[in-house]
């Protein structure tokens, strides 16, 4: 919105001169020649990250079981430890924080919480385009329940097949809906949620609400403390850099400390009488309380390593670049990509929009093929997407200008025309 931009390699080179992220670029491990656009899905690796990793690998080396009280127990206590440094990029309080699971797990957790369906409210309210795992989660939460996912579960639908409205998600909030879970940021269309206005209005429903933060966390601040939702969950290893599998995390309001955990395990025991071994749980007054089993150390440790570059930077530079960038991609898709048949599928307001850009075009997935072999790595979604995430901590301008390049030879040149259709397993 009301950016100015030049076609030419030489203006993507101003670009990255005046850029004042991109020193952090060294920071992380890049292919020589390659240009990584899949930071939505896996985002890359650091030094930071590695150091981290390394480091407690020694430590359980050296010390073995006293690696829980190493560091005056800073990895008895890894997730409170994380949380601190995690809590700026959601304004939400450190005790509102665990790092646990996966965003799947997490799920389970907050649903198992949460859910407390009575004869007259017991629905909830997801969305047609929402990832599969959120709703494989959901549903068997409801079998659990004792309940049937054709009763309970509502879906907003979508209109184009790519946004949701607000105006719909609200219509659906009806007096037996129990619950809602959402996505920030709309996993292929890109689209940002206004998150603040549907917990209001579920709130106000007496609904409660949790939202997946799977594509936002680490690109998009939120302010927690005005959003005020009940619970969030979210992954580690998209926007955050933290490695496959990296451990995700939680978020669950502080008024609704004291609530029965959903999903218990001993780590979720207060402190003191952790280590009494009593069979009755006896739950952690904060967030602590709904964390489960022991820590997974490993794969935490990228984490607190690579938050040390986010705090260093501030989640809100890291959103003016990423809004900056994908705006350049999308002026150069317009300016030189259109004629070919491209087009864009994520809304173009700053405030709806995320981290990626959504290039829509018939032939996306050939083309997909094409660009991995121009040293490219998309990511594509079917029918016709393919998703490009200009990540702000670790791409440059003049990548995205020779992405746009390529793009346009994949076409003119009919590069894409020597790929089959045939479907293999993009990873
Ligand atoms: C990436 C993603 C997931 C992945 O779930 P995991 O349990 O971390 O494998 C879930 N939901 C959404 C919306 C995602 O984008």
């Given amino acids: 919105m009301g950016y100015v931009f030049k076609d030419g390699l030489a203006f993507a080179k101003e670009l990255d001169k005046s850029d004042s992220l991109h020193y952090v670029r060294d920071r992380f491990y890049l292919n020589e020649g390659e240009i990584y656009m899949d930071g939505n899905s896996l985002g ?34 890894f997730s409170k430890n994380i949380a601190e440094k995690l809590k700026y990029l959601i304004n939400a309080d450190a005790d509102e924080i665990i790092i646990m699971g996966s965003i799947t797990t997490n799920i389970h957790q907050g649903i198992a919480t949460f859910y407390a369906p009575t004869e007259n409210k017991y629905k909830i309210l997801v969305d047609e385009l929402n990832f599969p795992t959120d709703i494989y989660a959901t549903k068997s939460m409801i079998d659990l329940k004792g309940y049937k996912a054709e009763d309970v ?34 996993y292929r269309s890109s689209q940002l949620i206004n998150m603040e206005l549907i917990t209001k209005e579920a709130h106000k429903r007496g609904i409660i609400i949790g939202w997946d933060l799977a594509h936002s966390i680490g690109c998009v601040p939120h302010d927690f403390k005005s959003i005020d939702p009940d619970f969030a969950v979210w992954c580690s290893y998209k926007y955050l850099n933290s490695g496959p599998g990296a ?16 999903l218990k395990g001993w780590f ?51 959103r003016a670049k990423s809004l900056h960038i994908t705006a350049y991609l ?25 981290g990626h850009i959504c290039l ?51 076409i003119n040149d009919k590069e894409f025309e020597k790929y089959s259709f045939e479907r293999v397993t993009v990873l």
């Fill in 330 to 354: 999308m002026y150069l898709i317009d300016n030189k990509l259109s004629k070919y048949g491209y087009s864009i599928g994520n809304p173009r307001e700053d405030q709806r929009r995320g």
């Fill in 247 to 262: 451990t995700a995390g939680m978020y669950i309001n502080r008024k609704h400390f004291g609530m029965s955990a959903g």
């Fill in 44 to 77: 890359l690796s650091s030094k930071d990250a590695e150091e981290a990793l390394l480091n407690v690998f020694n430590i359980w080396r050296q010390e073995a079981i006293k690696i829980w009280g190493a560091e005056n127990g800073r990895y008895f206590n």
């Fill in 268 to 318: 979720g025991n207060k402190d003191e009488s952790q280590f009494l071994m009593n069979h009755d749980f006896d739950q952690d007054k904060d967030a602590n309380g709904w964390l489960l089993g022991t820590h997974n150390i490993f794969s935490m440790a990228p984490l607190d390593g690579v938050l040390n570059i986010f705090n260093e930077v501030g989640i809100e530079k890291i």
């Fill in 360 to 410: 829509e075009h018939h032939e996306a997935y050939r083309i997909s093929l094409a660009l991995r072999d121009n040293k490219v790595i998309p990511d594509y979604r079917e029918p016709n997407v393919i998703r490009l995430a200009p990540v702000a901590l670790y791409v440059s301008y003049e990548e995205v200008y020779r992405l746009v390049e390529i793009l346009e030879r994949i």
């Fill in 153 to 186: 579960l509502v879906k907003v639908k979508s209109k184009d097949g790519l946004t949701l409205s607000e105006e719909d998600i609200i219509s659906k909030m009806d007096e037996d809906v129990a619950l809602i879970l959402l996505p920030s940021v709309l």
